[in-house]
């Protein structure tokens, strides 16, 4: 029987490539960051994991950021929202959450800084970007980015933007894929020219398990990894 890999060994494999990646793009080694997806994995998993050295752990969903936050209270992992977010969760992330990389539209831009003043904090976020055609996909309209932007520093001050996200097309051809990440990087850099008092964008959170060496050769600073990390999930786990 081949010996399953431990948590800590795939992080450092993928450390490693990932450092091998952004050479081969020009860049420095440790310019790209990595964040584990911890969604439907269990508490011990995020334990091997933080044991490891990681400490930021990406979840789709703000009732499983709540959990989480309970259950490891005493670790120092802080937890990242990526997945889409009702507005009706803000007081979830608010009060949990460290981050957000799922920021779409005014109306959650409202209620999360509402939620964040009743809390007293303020919240590190990524707007996401729909750069691709797939209707399962969410994120903000590209042209409305900049509307966006100016919205968010002038009427959600405790909403520190950071960066822009995107999830690329499922699809079998590097270039197609690869398209979706040179989008995000253009239109960052198109963005970062207007120059918008409070608004900061040098972090660019793109590049999953599959994708992740094509979105870092396209300028990535974050990978968001899941199964590449904890293995092969199961959704019919509790």
Known sequence: MVAVPHISERIAKLRERLDAVAVESGRAPGSVTLLPVSKTFPDAAVREAIAAGMTRFGENK???IRDRAAALADTSAKWV???HLQTNKAKEIARHAAEIQSLDRKELAVALER???IEG???DVLVQIKTSHEPSKFGLDPNELEDFLRFVAQEAPRLRVQGLMTLAVNDADAGTVRACFRRLRELRDAMQEKAIPGISLER???GMSG???LAVA???TEVRIGS?????RSYNSP
């Open 81 to 83: 929202m990526i997945g």
């Open 218 to 220: 396209e300028g990535s």
């Open 121 to 123: 904090r303020s919240l």
């Open 228 to 232: 590449a990390i904890f293995g092969d």
């Open 204 to 206: 660019l959170s793109m």
């Open 62 to 64: 703000a009732q499983d």
């Open 115 to 117: 939620r964040l003043a």
């Open 211 to 213: 994708d992740y060496e």
